[in-house]
């Protein structure tokens, strides 16, 4: 049964890639201009030689032909930006620098929304809750590239506690996943909150109670594992969204990542680099999507069974 459930997600993750290649295809050979346009000392001749050597005189249906296979091996194409330089290459040298800082980013919110939200719940409608929600429309309230600023400006200009910008040492590191943090810590505390006061009111929960067992054996024994669950839902999803919410915020602090490369590309107009950083995500989403559905169906064993019958 696991096996199928398994099979069947993996060919759902397929299906979803080809459309998300397709219509990035298509979306990015329909817009206005071409690579070339803002290099303005290039004749019509030279365009088109230009055009020729990276297949772009070919018909639509054959440059997408093509690329389909070039993607299923693992070749996003030439940069028209950068000549020498592969998409590949590009991600290879600068995504360890959004990876790192997504990761710490998200250990950091996940464990810090985790105990938020277990703590509001506990102390429901007592002062402990009420901060506990105000964090969190904080979180929610300010975006990453206005809050990126005023912690650059107060805590490292003003202040001087950590480093403004750059990616010289650890301590460079803490603003930057801090900004990023706040959006997932108020999502998954407000969304712990919820699933934990659902569990609380229980039935199976007031019978744990009434058996004897202590708050802690009930809590962590009972409650956390039932409540825990939308989290790991939302877990991959959220993951995925922090690592490519750093395109923003390492243009701010200057963190040496894709994110430059994505702005200079959509300034440029750079097909190859556009559509093969969104590829990448998109696969990043998907296969984490993925994992988290095959993670979701172990916790769970309810979730494969009905989607079994499904």
């Known amino acids: 049964m696991m096996a199928r459930f398994i099979l069947k997600r993996f060919i759902y993750m397929l299906i979803t890639f080809w459309i998300i290649v397709t219509v990035t295809f298509v979306l990015m050979h329909n817009l206005p201009g071409d690579p070339f346009a803002n290099s303005e000392k290039l004749t019509t001749q030279q365009r088109a030689l230009l055009a020729q050597q990276y ?23 030439v940069s028209f930006a950068y000549p020498t330089r592969k998409v590949t290459d590009i991600i290879q040298q600068s995504f360890p620098a959004s ?7 998200i250990i950091f919110s996940v464990i810090v929304g985790l105990a938020l939200g277990i703590t509001a719940a506990l102390k429901h409608n007592k002062s402990w809750d009420y ?8 979180g929610v309230s300010i975006p990453s590239f206005v809050l990126g600023p005023i912690l650059q400006y107060t805590v490292g200009v003003k202040l001087g506690i950590l480093p403004a910008a750059l990616w010289d040492g650890p301590a460079n590191r803490i603003l930057p996943a801090l900004t990023l943090s706040f959006m997932t810590i108020a999502t998954t505390a407000r ?11 229980s039935d199976y929960i007031k019978t744990a109670y009434s058996k004897g067992l202590s708050q802690t054996t009930v809590i962590f024994k009972h409650t956390l594992r039932n409540a825990i669950l939308p989290i790991i839902t939302i877990l ?22 894709l994110g430059k490369y994505f ?5 440029s107009n750079d097909y190859t680099l556009i559509m093969g950083l969104t590829i990448f995500y998109s696969l990043l989403l998907i296969v984490t999507i993925f994992l988290t559905d095959i993670a979701y169906g172990f916790i769970d064993p309810r ?6 019958r499904n």
């Open 55 to 77: 297949g772009l005189d070919k018909p639509i249906a054959v440059q997408y032909k093509e690329y389909l296979i070039h993607v299923v091996q693992g070749d996003l194409g």
């Open 99 to 105: 990876a790192e800082l997504g990761t710490e980013s």
């Open 131 to 138: 901060a506990a929600m105000v964090i969190a429309i904080i």
């Open 191 to 201: 969304m712990m909150r919820t699933s934990m006061l659902d569990v609380i009111n």
């Open 236 to 257: 991959g999803p959220i993951a995925v969204n922090v690592i490519t919410g750093t395109l923003v915020v390492e243009q701010i602090f200057a963190v040496p990542g």
């Open 263 to 267: 702005v200079q590309a959509v300034y």
């Open 303 to 308: 979730i494969r069974l009905a989607k079994g």
